[in-house]
């Protein structure tokens, strides 16, 4: 059974940190690109990341440039984004995907994820 857990989430003050783990199960981590994608409150969808299967290629949405890191530890079947600078216009409910073709990735949104965890909530305020 595939499993996508997030943690990590909480309440940070404006210009702050936070890294966002994502642990997965169930499947062969490392023959699979992973995304992060988040939804703020009263909004659609927003892809924020994506790396490759074996962490050579990342990219970001364009806001998220400079700010936002994503990585992964093949080892460890783990996701990372680790989050600074962190903005009000950052909170939402930020989930991990997982694509569902093996050896593909693609930048932005990919309509083809299978997998998607239960959401980790990153509330920026102070």
């Known amino acids: 059974e595939v499993q996508l857990v997030e943690s990590g989430g909480g309440l940070v003050q404006p210009g702050g940190s936070l890294r966002l783990s994502c642990a997965a199960s169930g499947f062969t981590f490392d023959d699979y690109a992973m995304s992060w994608v988040r939804q703020a409150p009263g909004k659609g969808l927003e892809w924020v990341s994506a790396i490759s299967w074996n962490g050579g290629s990342t990219f970001y949405a364009e806001s998220m440039k400079g700010r936002f890191t994503i990585s992964r530890d093949n080892a460890k079947n783990t996701l990372y984004l680790q989050m600074n600078s962190l903005k009000s216009e950052d909170t939402a409910v930020y989930y991990c995907?997982?694509?569902?073709?093996?050896?593909?990735?693609?930048?932005?949104?990919?309509?083809?994820?299978?997998?998607w965890g239960q959401g980790t909530q990153v509330t920026v305020s102070s």
């Open positions: 995907a997982k694509e569902g073709v093996r050896y593909y990735y693609t930048e932005g949104y990919s309509h083809g994820y299978d997998y």
